[in-house]
C-alpha cells in the first residue's frame, strides 16, 4: 500500500525555502515522514514560526473560502455525470476494491467478525474473478479476530480508536486505545479529532493529537496507516471542512475522513469534493499524496459511482484505487454486487444470491 506520507526533496514551486530562509526538511521520495520532518513542513507550508493556536489559526482563517453556492452547484454537475457502459464493469470492480467493509455496532461479536471477514475474502462465491475489498473496520477489541481472519489475504485490518465515535477522552487514554489496537494487528487506524477542540479554536490541541497518534501508528514502511475523521456534520461549515482537512494533513494524515457513520449528515458529495479540493491544493503545494475516505450513508452503487466521477475530476486518476480512496460502507457491496451479477449475466440476482455478510 502507498504510504501518503513520503514526500519529494522540496514542495513543488518552491526552492526548499521555508518562510524564514532555511531549508525546509523534506524526506526522499518514498521515505516515510518523521514527526520532526512533518513539524517542519507544515512550518515551511504555514509561514508560521509557532504552531499554536494564534499561529494555526492565521493560516487556517486565511484560506480561501468555499462559495457553498459554487461547492454545491460543482457537486450537482458532478452527480450527474454517468459512467459509460464500456467503463461499467472497471467501476464496479474499483468500487469493491475500494470498501472498507465496515461493523461499528454495540452488539459486534467476534462471530460477527467472522463473518464479516469471509465476505471480504470471498464477496461473490459463484465469480472467482470477483476482487475482495480494501479492508475490514472494526472496533480496536476485535482486531485479533479480524486479523486472525484476514492473515495472508493481503485485506487490511482497519480499527477505529481514539474514543471513537465523540474523541472526548484524555489524550493518554486516547494514545492507549490506538496503541492497543496497532499491538493486536491493526494495519490502518481511523481516529476522530475532537470537534469541541477545533470549534473552539484551539487548533494546537488537534495538531498535537494527531500528530500523537501517528506517533503511537509505529514509525517506518510497516507502520499503521492513519485516516483522520473530521466528523463533517458537526462541522457546521464547508469553511470549517476545509480548515480541518488542511489541519490533519499538516499534522501527517495518511487519509482524511469525512464520518464516523454515527452522526447525521454522514457522507455527502458536496464535502467530500471539498475535501478533494483541499488535497488536491495539498498535492499541488507539496508533491504529497493524501487519501480520501468518504463513509456513511453510501450504500447504491449509483452513489458510489458519482463519488468516483468527483474523485476523477477533481484530483484525477492517480487517486482513483485504494491506496488513496476508500469507502466506509457495509451495505454498498451487496449492491455492487447485485449490479455486477446483473452486468455479467443480464440479469439481476435474487435476494438469496447475496449474503448479508
Avoid at 240 to 257: E, P, Q
Wanted: proline letters at 5%; charged letters at 20%; a neutral charge.
Amino acid at each position: 500500500m502507498t504510504h501518503s506520507a513520503t514526500e519529494p526533496a522540496t514542495a513543488p514551486g518552491t526552492s526548499g525555502q521555508g518562510g524564514d530562509g532555511a531549508v525546509a526538511v523534506l524526506p526522499a521520495a518514498g521515505t516515510p515522514a518523521t514527526s520532526a520532518q512533518i513539524l517542519e513542513r507544515a512550518h515551511h507550508l504555514t509561514g508560521q514560526a509557532t504552531l499554536d493556536d494564534a499561529g494555526l489559526a492565521r493560516y487556517l482563517r486565511g484560506l480561501p473560502g468555499v462559495d457553498k453556492v459554487g461547492a454545491d452547484g460543482r457537486a450537482q454537475m458532478l452527480g450527474t455525470r454517468s459512467i459509460k457502459t464500456t467503463a461499467k464493469a472497471w467501476a464496479l470492480d474499483a468500487t469493491i476494491r475500494m470498501i472498507d467493509l465496515t461493523t461499528l455496532e454495540g452488539a459486534d461479536t467476534p462471530g460477527k467478525v467472522a463473518s464479516l471477514a469471509a465476505k471480504a475474502k470471498n464477496p461473490d462465491p459463484t465469480d472467482p474473478t470477483c476482487p475482495r475489498v480494501a479492508a475490514v473496520c472494526v472496533y480496536g477489541d476485535l482486531v485479533p479476530q479480524a486479523r486472525a481472519a484476514l492473515e495472508g489475504t493481503g485485506i487490511h485490518v482497519a480499527a477505529v480508536a481514539t474514543a471513537f465515535p465523540s474523541g472526548r477522552a484524555s489524550r493518554e487514554v486516547r494514545l492507549l486505545d490506538t496503541r492497543e489496537a496497532v499491538a493486536a494487528g491493526a494495519d490502518e487506524i481511523d481516529m476522530v479529532i475532537d470537534r469541541g477542540a477545533f470549534l473552539s479554536g484551539r487548533f494546537s490541541a488537534v495538531f498535537e493529537d494527531i500528530m500523537a497518534v501517528r506517533e503511537a501508528c509505529g514509525t517506518g514502511p510497516g507502520r499503521a496507516h492513519l485516516k483522520v475523521i473530521l466528523e463533517t456534520g458537526e462541522l457546521a461549515t464547508y469553511d470549517n471542512v476545509r480548515r480541518a482537512s488542511w489541519l490533519a494533513m499538516l499534522a501527517g494524515a495518511d487519509f482524511i475522513k469525512t464520518s464516523t457513520g454515527k452522526v447525521s449528515p454522514a457522507a455527502t458529495l458536496p464535502v467530500t469534493v471539498v475535501m478533494l479540493e483541499a488535497v488536491r491544493d495539498y498535492h499541488r503545494a507539496t508533491g504529497v499524496h493524501i487519501g480520501v475516505k468518504p463513509a456513511g450513508g453510501i450504500s447504491t452503487t449509483k452513489d458510489a459511482f458519482k463519488y468516483l466521477v468527483a474523485v476523477n475530476e477533481t484530483v484525477g486518476e492517480d487517486w482513483l484505487n485504494p491506496d488513496l480512496f476508500r469507502f466506509g460502507a457495509s451495505s454498498l457491496l451487496n449492491d455492487v454486487l447485485m449490479q455486477r451479477h446483473k452486468l455479467r449475466t443480464g440479469a439481476y440476482s435474487g435476494s438469496d444470491y447475496i449474503s448479508v455478510g
